[in-house]
């Protein structure tokens, strides 16, 4: 089993920047995508930004330029670096990961673009 926890998510001007962590708990030998989804009021969740264990990344359009993920294997740790946020940013983003191939989702960290 693993269980993931996010943090860093908040209230910011559009424009201002934002970091999200999440860690993987539980007995986890590799982890093989970590990755970050967001979900905004009335519509679907959505992909923002994946990375593999071999560091292939991958950005929902939206977010390029803008986002930057990363990730510390020893510390099962995915970060998201979010810069230049504008007010469609705002949503509940949360953690993902894929392990064994089994797909889990932490509970979500709430994030709002508001001047």
């Known amino acids: 089993q693993v269980h993931l926890v996010e943090s860093g998510g908040g209230l910011v001007q559009p424009g201002g920047s934002l970091r999200l962590s999440c860690v993987a708990q539980?007995?986890?030998?590799?982890?093989?995508?970590m990755g970050w989804y967001r979900q905004a009021p009335g519509k679907q969740r959505e992909l923002v930004a994946v990375v593999n264990s071999g560091g292939k990344l991958n950005y929902a359009d939206s977010v390029k330029g803008r986002f930057t993920i990363s990730r510390d294997n020893a510390k099962n740790m995915v970060y998201l670096q979010m810069n230049s946020l504008k007010p469609e940013d705002t949503a509940v983003y949360y953690c993902?990961?894929?392990?064994?191939?089994?797909?889990?989702w932490g509970q979500g960290t709430q994030v709002t673009v508001s001047s």
């Open positions: 539980g007995s986890i030998f590799s982890i093989n995508t």
């Open positions: 993902n990961a894929v392990y064994v191939l089994k797909v889990y």
